[in-house]
Structures are given as C-alpha cells and as structure tokens.
C-alpha cells in the first residue's frame, strides 16, 4: 500500500478541545475508586450495611450514627478489600462515645496496624507493616453501649488538590486530556428526578453531602463532588465541562412552571465556577471552599441523552437563560433520536457503541459533514461488542475513528471514550479505559490508544492519501448463508415460509414460539427483543425468500433473516423498525448492527392483516419487496478496510506524525511518500502499540501485555518504507531540520 503527505496543502487545525476524557460516577468508579476513602457507607445511611459485628457485638444504625452493643466489635472490608501497602501511612478519623482500639487486620486475622483512640473526635495514623490486597478494620471498643459517627480512613498520600487515589489519577494524567466532561452520563438524570445528581448539595463537608442514589446500583457519597471535579480539571489544566440535569430522568420530568429551580441551578453552578468572591454569592462559597481563583468554566452540556418534544421545550429555557447570563459559554446539545430545534445549537453530543465492524466502517463519517452546521462532540465512543473486557480488536477500532475524527478536526472539535474507569468487582458497564480494584490498576489496550492519540496530537492536519489493493479478510464473504425469522417487542407469526419455493423449516431459538394450525410459527411474547427462529442451507446463495407475516400486538413489526451465517453475523429486513416507524436492511457483523439504507425508508406494519414478504438475494444485490412493492433495492458495500491513516504537523518542534492503524490479521508495508514538509533528518521514533492477536487483553496477572513500544526509526527520507505490523496502531514521529 501507499501513503502520501502532503505539507503544501494543509488541512485544518487540530482542535485544541479534541481529546478528552468523560468521567461519569458507573462501575463505582468515584466511590471505591478515584475517590480514595477506604470505607463504605460510613455515615451509615444504608443502615449497618457493610458493617459487620463480631465476637458477641450487635450493631444498628439509626441516622448518622451506628450503636455497638455487648461485647466484641464491627468490622468492615470497605469496598471489597481495604487495599494497604507496606508502610504507606493511612489517616483513620472517627467520633465515638468510649475509647476503642483499631486495627487493621487481614482475612485471617492477622494485625497489620493497630492504635488506641480516646473518645470523642480523633484521628491517628495507621501504617501497614505488610501489603495486603484485602485488609480489614476492626473497631473493638472497651466499654458499651459505644455510639459511632462518622468514621473515615484515607491514604496519607494522594494526588493533586482533588486528593484522589494516587495510581488511578497518574493514569489519567498520563493522558494529558484537554477537557474532562463530569458527573455523568445517566448519573446527572437520575432514574427519577429525585435520583439526579444535584451539586450543590456535593459541597462542604464530605460528612454533611447528601448522596446521590446512582442509578448504576449503589448510593454514592459525593465524596467527589462538584469542587473536587474542578479541582480535578486544575490539576490536569483541562477544561470543565460540566453535565446539567435539564429537568428530565430516565421516567419522569421536572413540569415546566417549575423548571425556574432547574434553570437558577445552572446558573448557580456557573457563578460559583466563575463568580468573583468578592461581589457574587457562590463566588464566596468557593472561596470559603478553599479556592478563590475562579476556574473557568466555559463548557455546559444540556442534559444527557435527553430528546423528543420534551426536551426541546427545556432546552430552549436552559440555552436562553444561560446566553443571558453568561454569553462566553459554549453549550452542548444531545442528539438523541433527533436534535433540538428551539434554540441554536453550538455543539452537539453524538454517541456511538457498537462493535470493531462498525468503527472500521465509520473511520470516513464525518469526510463529507455539513460544515455549515453545528460542531460535533463525540461524547461517548467504544466497541462493547466482540469486545471481550477490553481486547485489542476493540481498541484498534475505536483508533481507527479517531483517525476521521482528527482528520476532519474542522467539525469533531471534542471526543472521549466511555466508560473511563471500572472496579473489577462493579462491572456495570463493559468494556473500560482503565481497570482497578482495592490494591492494582491497569489500561486496557483501549486506554494505551486514547494515551497514544491524545499525546501524540499535532497542530495542524496534513493532507494523507492511503491506497491500497483490496484485501477481503475470510470472515467477509457474507453473500452466503441461511434464513430466518425473528421480533423484537412485538407478537408475530409467519408461514409460507420459501427459499426458491422450496418450504423452509425454522428452529426457533428463545422467545415463545408455538407452531400454528396452518403449519406457521408464532413468537408470542411481545415484551422481549430479539427473538429468533432460523433454518436453511448456510451456504446457500443468490436466493429468493418468500414468506407471509402478520403482526399480533406489540410496539414493532417484522424481522425477515437472509444470508445467516452465526448469531453475530447476519442480514435482516427490519419492517417497521424503531418503534413501528421505518424500514430498514440491517448487517450484523460480530454482533453489531448497521443500517446498509441512507435516507432510511419510512414506513409501519399494521396490526392484524397478513403481508406478502419477498428477499430477492443475487450475489450483493439485495432486492426487498412488501406486498409486491420494491422497497428496497441496494448493493452490500465492499467490507470496510482496516487500514487508516491521518497525519499532522507539529507547530512547535517540526515533525510529522504519521498514525498508521492496521486493524487487518496481516502485515502491511507502507510504502510512504513525504512531500513538501521540509527537510528531514534521517530519523524518528515509531511507537506502536500491537499483539499477537485480535483477542488479546491486559489483565492483573499481565497488565503490560498490550502497551505502546516506542523505537527508534531510521532511514527516514522522502519516499521510505514502514512494515506495519498485524493488529498495531503505529505512531510515527518524523524529524525535520
């Protein structure tokens, strides 16, 4: 294959905004995680949950307090384990009515560290005479009843002004993200509006905040909350952006005559971000916090994946309200089945999971964007199917967009992976940049591509041509394979079902299928998705499917399979898809769906009558008819390649920087041609990040197998040659004089 830069013909700037990181309160990501408190549910607002008695105690909680009567004491494991290390100093604090002794002791009980506290407020030092990965604090007081509040232990040793747990915070750094997006995700909507983050209330003294219950599964602290994420951007010298709750949750709204309390909110939250101590209310509150030096915040995202009507009404209120006030800030709209049309829009959050296909697949999306519309934040991105926890596949993908996203740097000015951070042991969401537990912390082959990307920018986009000869990997010939039926949300049958005539037999896999008395077959449950029933020759091509469907109740319409080769890897024609609203012809490929139809035909399937469906299937061609109508009469495009390229200039010191992504099972040598850059040395460095597999994964046992492996380059010229390796993303930095 062959590569050309270009330096005469300069492309866009690199924004400045592209590479950042998403932190959302999921996968106890704060609690348990980058906020370093060692022990949960410490005010005792789940009752005595994770406080467990021993030796004759009997504990209760009541309010903020938990009463430890008879004999013995309480113990906790905090979350999951109280990771120590050998001779890192941990602060315990807590308030008690007797005097009591603590220790820190391992699952067999031996001690670790122990001291003597006298009653009432206290704090010492604890310091581990051994690393243990799961220790244990126990409080035994000496006499009883004993009433205990607010106990705390945290490391001696943490990170920034945030104070954050060290290893996790080093990671991020190691970033050098340009914006950190905060709270969330899902965690600012709350499953109902009571649910939602609210920030003020995330303030002052880390015993007085009121939680939020996390809609991920646990209550969280805000030990981390709105002053700590600031906090955080300062130390990262990244830009805040913060994520407001417009008035909607996942199941109910904030009514309109009252979304004053919404809009004050926002704006409370700017002053207090902004506002100079001095003259405005939460400008002082800052400054009593600890920082009088307003933080700039400029970014304000209008809810989270909020859409429809209701949205549109609320978006105008917020967008309005906050141009008034504070006309320097950029805002974030969602697009979530559809965009606002209320109001302007600056900028607007598009997300995206699916799985490597797709990304290969997407790489050239934004070449051929409206540039005289909104800005796009890529909000959240990541290949969660064929994904493993985290393999190499997944990440070689998500590089490849990256590679679109940077070369069309005019309209995607922000991006960030999703999720960034997960407890082993709350896997909520999968995969995750960076994984821990109490004691160890690792990058998945996914955080080393946002490392290598985010540190390797570039200033200025250098026009790069990338031909190469067509290389159709095996699992590409899909113009093969069996038929099949299937439903999602809806209670259908179908009969008469035909390949070329001949009657097809299906096997129904899971849902409620039962045979009818006209020899069809029924899926009856119209609550679920997804359900099949699937036959015929699997190598069966160029075909004609006939069949008649007829919808009993539910949301959706048909689903008609046709070149099925595996669960993951199959052609429907999705009638009355996406709430009984359109038609399209979907591809999966490893399990992750794409629509082959741009505009997509609209269109629904009533309930109650029969319909003719007949797949004409030749090779690629696909021809799709209802009740006789052609509906659809479209080519299956050639397989994505998996090869991208992008490259930029480096203002400051002169090289180019060739990303090279080889996301194929082979080898490829680039023959690349430099033109108009101007005069090389001769050397560089290529760091590059590869395995030996598609599926290979770090770990805890091996957290270094994937990571980026920096070399020297040499024999740099004009024209030279790059082996890029199979599965590699190649960062080359080429010198000039």
């Keep these: ?47 005595p949950k994770y406080w467990d008695a021993f030796s004759g105690a009997k504990a209760t909680a009541e309010g903020d307090a938990l009463t430890i009567m008879g004999s013995g004491g309480v113990r906790t494991e905090g979350y999951w384990g109280i990771g120590v290390e050998r001779g890192k100093k941990l602060v315990l604090s807590l308030e008690a009515t007797n005097p009591l002794a603590a220790a820190l002791v391992t699952t067999s009980g031996a001690v670790l560290a122990k001291v003597s506290l006298k009653a009432g407020k206290n704090s010492a030092t604890l310091t581990p005479s051994a690393s243990c990965p799961d220790a244990r604090l126990e409080l035994r007081p000496i006499a009883f009843p004993t009433v205990l509040k607010n106990p705390s232990l945290m490391p001696a040793d943490t990170h920034g002004q945030a104070r954050l747990r060290k290893d996790l915070a080093s990671f991020v750094a190691g970033m050098k993200p340009s914006f950190v997006r905060f709270p969330g995700g899902c965690y600012v909507e709350g499953d109902r509006i009571v649910d939602r983050f609210i920030w003020k209330t995330s303030l002052g003294e880390v015993n007085q905040r009121g939680g939020t219950q996390c809609i991920w599964g646990y209550k969280a602290t805000n030990g981390l909350g709105f002053h700590e994420y600031l906090l955080w951007c300062d130390d990262l010298k990244a830009e805040p952006l913060f994520v407001i709750n417009c008035g909607m949750s996942h199941k109910d709204v904030t009514p309109l005559s009252q979304m004053d309390t919404v809009i004050q909110d926002a704006l409370d939250a700017l002053e207090y971000a902004n506002g100079d101590p001095r003259t405005t209310k939460w400008g002082r509150e800052r400054a009593k916090n600890g920082h009088p030096k307003p933080f700039g915040l400029k970014l304000i995202e209008i809810g989270n994946e909020n859409g429809g009507p209701r949205y ?32 302007p829009i600056e900028i607007v959050d598009e997300h995206y ?16 964007y409206d540039r005289s519309k909104h800005k796009v934040y890529v909000g959240e991105y990541a290949v969660t199917q064929g994904c493993g926890e985290g393999n190499l596949i997944a990440a070689l993908g998500e590089a490849a967009f990256i590679t679109g996203m940077e070369r069309n740097s005019d309209v995607v000015v922000m991006a960030s992976y999703a999720p960034l951070f997960v407890n082993a042991n709350n896997r909520a969401w999968n995969p995750d940049a960076i994984v821990f537990n109490s004691s160890q912390a690792f990058g998945t082959p996914s955080y080393w591509v946002q490392q290598l990307f985010s540190t390797n920018r570039g200033d200025i986009v250098l026009p790069t041509a990338l031909t190469q000869p067509a290389v159709r990997e095996t699992d590409s010939a899909e113009t093969k394979g069996g038929v099949g039926v299937g439903t999602w949300l809806t209670d259908a049958e179908y009969k008469d079902i035909a390949v070329d005539g001949t009657p097809v037999s299906l096997t129904p896999g899971k849902g409620s299928w039962v045979k009818t008395d006209d020899g069809g077959l029924r899926q009856t449950n119209a609550k679920g998705e997804d359900f099949r029933a699937t036959g015929g020759d699997p190598n069966a091509s160029n075909y004609t499917l006939t069949l008649k469907a007829k919808k009993n109740g539910g949301d959706e319409g048909f689903l008609v399979m046709f070149y099925n080769r595996s669960a993951g890897d199959f052609l429907w024609w999705n009638l009355g898809g996406w709430g009984n609203t359109r038609h399209e012809i979907e591809r999966s490929v490893g399990g992750g769906k794409s629509s082959l139809l741009r505009p997509q035909v609209q269109g629904k399937i009533e309930t109650g009558r029969w319909y003719d469906v007949k797949i004409e299937c030749v090779g690629p061609r696909i021809k799709c008819y209802l009740d006789g109508k052609l509906l659809h009469d479209v080519t299956l495009p050639p397989p994505p390649s998996h090869v991208h390229a992008v490259s930029t200039r480096d203002e400051k010191t002169g090289d180019i920087l060739v990303k090279l992504v080889n996301g194929g099972k082979s080898d490829r040598v680039a023959a690349i041609t430099l033109k108009n850059v101007g005069k090389l040395t001769g050397q560089g460095t290529a760091t590059v990040l590869t395995g030996s597999g598609p599926n290979e994964e770090n770990s805890f046992a091996q957290p270094t197998k994937i990571v980026p492996v920096t070399k020297p380059l040499s024999g740099v010229s004009a ?13 080359l930095r080429l010198k000039t004089r």
């Design 1 to 47: 294959m062959t590569l050309t830069v270009d330096g005469a013909r300069p492309g866009p700037r690199l924004s400045p905004l592209l590479h950042g990181i998403f932190f959302e309160e999921i996968n106890h990501a704060g609690d348990g995680g980058l906020y370093p408190e060692k022990l949960r549910n410490r005010n005792f607002a789940e009752g």
């Design 312 to 343: 549109n009404e609320r978006y105008k209120l917020l967008f309005d309200a906050i141009k008034a006030k504070h006309p320097y800030v950029r805002t974030i709209a969602n697009d979530w089945g559809g965009l606002p049309t209320s109001a």
């Design 353 to 368: 999971y699916n799985n490597p296909q797709f990304f290969f697949e997407q790489a050239n999306r934004y070449d051929r």
């Design 719 to 731: 024209s030279f040659t790059y082996p890029a390796p199979a599965y590699s993303v190649s960062i």
